[in-house]
């Protein structure tokens, strides 16, 4: 068993080394969505309109010319085009945001919280009003709640999955398999606050405010609850790579689940604190994390093989700050032992931890790198933390 531990310890140690978030240098904007059309990222603020990375975030460039409003709330992507939502309207750019119009004939309310770009149409979920669409991008908005409770939803997000649209809101899911025509409400709860979505191999994941991550494994006929792991329940973007499901949880950094969300692992090495994370956006191997007041973050989905050594761990702790200068601040789901050793192996600290938060003073340990590991109920997580 020892030589077994021994192995799953570096084996995580070298997966922490590549798996690094780095700030981008978009680094203090409140960046509330993010989409891409190919390479070219597009990040939406709240206050500083839109801004456009053409080399995978490396630098960025405002894109404002005809938004008279900078608070962005949507995003979506339709061929050459890119639309835009704001809490004072819809917009519209063919030319990679050098130029946005207003597109608000026919919409009910300006607010405009979701975007999606579906079968020929341009879909909006408003604030107040439900759903609109359009198929002459933006020219003119018709109803698209169809006669139903919707256009007395806030619609916070949309998803396609296979000939059906589901609509997330306030209170709960909707799907329509005719653009609009008709709405069914699905299994979810009606109190439930709906973010957003994400699909991965017909696995349906809804992100809620208060109440986790739910999954689907039958297009929204039923949902269950899968938060083990979870620090905090209000989740504000999910995205997935492959097997990786990521959600972003607003002040508890990204967690990640490669076993359809059964268990959730802190993945926030690199972050100075835990940020408040709105939006998530993967291209190609790379996975793009904007903040509320610390820009875009990005790292590498590639170095995660093997993650679930961790997500298959359930005593799911979490270790913070990192790198880390004073104290450790400890959260545990259980009566725990930490101990800290230095690289060669030598144990610096142990002691035993109840359940919750726990406070370590690592003052007078040298600057270096430590190995982190927390035992409980014959499992162990193991981490690397930096002290400066």
Not at 310 to 332: C, D, G, H, Q
Request: aromatic share 10%; glycine share 12%; hydrophobic share 40%.
């Amino acid at each position: 068993m020892k030589k077994l531990l021994f192995i799953t310890v570096f084996a995580i140690i070298g997966l922490s080394a590549n798996a690094q978030w780095i700030q981008t240098s978009l680094d203090t904007n409140e960046v509330f969505v993010m989409a891409a059309k190919g390479d070219t990222i597009f990040a939406g603020t709240i206050g500083n309109g839109v801004d456009v990375s053409f080399n995978n975030g490396r630098s960025w460039f405002a894109a404002n010319s005809g938004l008279t409003n900078l608070e962005i709330l949507s995003l979506a992507i339709s061929g050459n085009n890119i639309f835009a939502g704001t809490v004072a309207g819809a917009f519209f750019s063919s030319n990679n945001g050098s130029y946005w119009t207003a597109i608000n004939t026919g919409l009910a309310n300006l607010n405009v919280e979701a975007l999606l770009a579906y079968n020929g149409y341009i879909f909006a979920g408003l604030n107040v009003g439900g759903i609109f669409k359009t198929s002459n991008n933006g020219g003119i908005w018709t109803d698209a709640n169809g006669g139903t409770s919707l256009n007395t939803e806030p619609v916070n997000a949309f998803l396609v999955s296979g000939a059906s649209l589901l609509a997330g809101t306030n209170n709960g899911i909707y799907m329509t398999p005719d653009n609009g025509n008709h709405w069914t409400f699905l299994g979810l709860p009606d109190t439930i606050d709906v973010k957003d979505f994400a699909i991965n191999d017909g696995n349906i994941y809804a992100g809620t405010s208060g109440d986790g991550v739910y999954l689907s494994s039958d297009n929204g006929n039923s949902w269950t609850p899968v938060n083990t792991g979870f620090f905090n329940y209000e989740i504000t973007s999910l995205a997935v790579k492959g097997n990786q499901t990521f959600a972003a949880s607003r002040i508890k950094g990204v967690y990640l689940s490669t076993n359809n969300g059964s268990n959730w692992a802190a993945w926030n090495s690199g972050f100075s604190t835990y940020p408040m994370v709105q939006s998530l956006l993967v291209i190609g191997d790379t996975i793009f994390a904007g903040t509320l007041g610390n820009g875009v973050w990005k790292t590498s989905t590639s170095a995660l093989n093997g993650i679930e050594k961790i997500n298959n761990n359930e005593s799911n702790i979490l270790v913070y700050p990192n790198p880390a200068t004073n104290n450790l601040t400890i959260e545990s789901l259980q009566k725990s032992i930490i101990e800290i050793s230095n690289i060669q192996g030598q144990k610096i600290l142990q002691q035993s931890i109840q359940k919750g938060k726990t406070d370590i003073d690592i003052s007078e340990l040298a600057k270096g790198v430590y190995i982190f590991r927390l035992c409980s109920n014959d499992k162990t997580d193991v981490t690397k933390i930096l002290k400066e």
